[in-house]
């Protein structure tokens, strides 16, 4: 959702509004009916950049909620805190103002229409829009509110792709040298990919309902031994969630996966099948259906990968740059 991300570091991502509206179930994701009251005392405009008032109303809100998520951490924010906390969203605004000013100076401009076509997106990734006017009244927000906001945002992402990310250029070396710096980030553990059989039984019925499920294991393994498919068994029989693909547990490393699982599957070959064996599920059956090694992904399987980082590293560098560049040309005056 837009604006409620407030920090300038936001703009790391070549499209700021656009990712925050794809994503609003992670930005509302903690949000409060009831807000505690602030302890400073914020003037209603708290800055103005070229004539234009930066009102406290945004400040409030984004300074609330952060006090709020200290205080859930049991770090909750004393008075100086709370002021310096206002300070740094006061600049982040100002900066994200002369962003604004300096779109509509290039004749960017955002239509309603397009403010609209945005909200609807929002909109779509929430059960039904009284949920999305539930969630925005938890914010503190207006419907009328929450769209001028939204248009910000757009005029944020418009400028940093017309003045800054055409300007930003990643070379194989840059990404070469990356790779070489952080091999650490491209290793991978090994990895086993098995599927289960799994046969549940009654506790209440003792060793006799253990013996009886026991007793049908047995006589689906004998089938596996002798050339029945496995995944078409696990279809039939397991009583796994796993049944209907077969039993497929997929990919998993070592410490991902149950020890039980985990202990048999690494010390097993491709395509051999486990002793029936018990945990606190009932009795299953492994088979080892591939095998991955450790090691480290090459450079060529990694490249797109490094240089979309190191891309979303230099925009974020260079729109700190450019908030600078823009400040010393503007007036700005503080009233906080």
């Given at each position: 959702m837009a604006r409620f991300v407030p920090s300038i570091s936001c703009l790391t991502l070549l499209s700021v509004g656009l990712f925050i509206a794809a994503n609003p179930a992670k930005i509302w994701a903690?949000?409060?009916?009831?807000?505690?009251?602030?302890?400073?005392?914020?003037?209603?405009?708290?800055?103005?950049?070229?004539?234009?008032?930066?009102?406290?109303?945004?400040?409030?809100r984004e300074l609330k909620k952060a006090a709020q998520r200290y205080k859930k951490r049991g770090m909750p924010l004393d008075a100086d805190q709370e002021k310096s906390a206002a300070k740094k969203l006061i600049e982040d605004e100002i900066g994200r103002t002369l962003l604004v000013l300096k779109a509509k100076d290039s004749g960017i401009n955002i239509t309603e229409k397009r403010i609209d076509e945005q909200l609807k997106e929002v909109k779509a990734k929430f059960q039904s829009d009284a949920v999305f006017e539930h969630k925005l009244a938890d914010r503190g927000m207006t419907l009328s509110q929450y769209k001028t906001e939204l248009a910000t945002d757009l005029y944020i992402d418009e400028i940093i792709k017309?003045?800054?990310?055409?300007?930003?250029?990643?070379?194989?070396n840059e990404a070469?040298?990356?790779?070489?710096?952080?091999?650490?980030?491209?290793?991978?553990?090994?990895?086993?990919?098995?599927?289960?059989?799994?046969?549940?039984?009654?506790?209440?019925?003792?060793?006799?309902?253990?013996?009886?499920?026991?007793?049908?294991?047995?006589?689906?393994l004998d089938q596996v031994h002798n050339g029945a498919d496995f995944a078409a068994m696990a279809k039939k029989f397991s009583q796994d969630s796993l049944a209907s693909k077969g039993g497929d547990l997929?990919?998993?490393?070592?410490?991902?996966?149950?020890?039980?699982?985990?202990?048999?599957?690494?010390?097993?070959?491709?395509?051999?099948?486990?002793?029936?064996?018990?945990?606190?599920?009932?009795?299953?059956?492994?088979?080892?259906?591939?095998?991955?090694?450790?090691g480290t992904s090459p450079f060529a399987a990694e490249k797109e990968k490094i240089k979309t980082l190191l891309t979303k590293k230099k925009i974020s560098q260079a729109t700190r740059d450019y908030i600078a560049v823009l400040k010393k040309q503007a007036k700005i005056k503080t009233y906080f």
């Open positions: 903690h949000s409060e009916h009831k807000q505690d009251a602030l302890q400073v005392k914020l003037p209603k405009v708290v800055a103005q950049i070229n004539g234009v008032d930066i009102r406290s109303d945004t400040i409030s017309k003045e800054i990310a055409t300007k930003i250029n990643v070379r194989e070469r040298d990356y790779f070489e710096k952080n091999k650490n980030e491209f290793k991978s553990a090994e990895k086993v990919r098995a599927s289960i059989i799994l046969l549940k039984f009654d506790p209440s019925q003792g060793k006799a309902g253990e013996q009886k499920a026991l007793k049908k294991f047995e006589s689906i997929g990919f998993f490393a070592r410490k991902h996966m149950l020890s039980a699982f985990s202990e048999r599957a690494f010390k097993m070959k491709v395509g051999e099948v486990s002793d029936i064996f018990r945990t606190g599920h009932g009795f299953h059956v492994l088979k080892v259906t591939d095998k991955k090694s450790a």
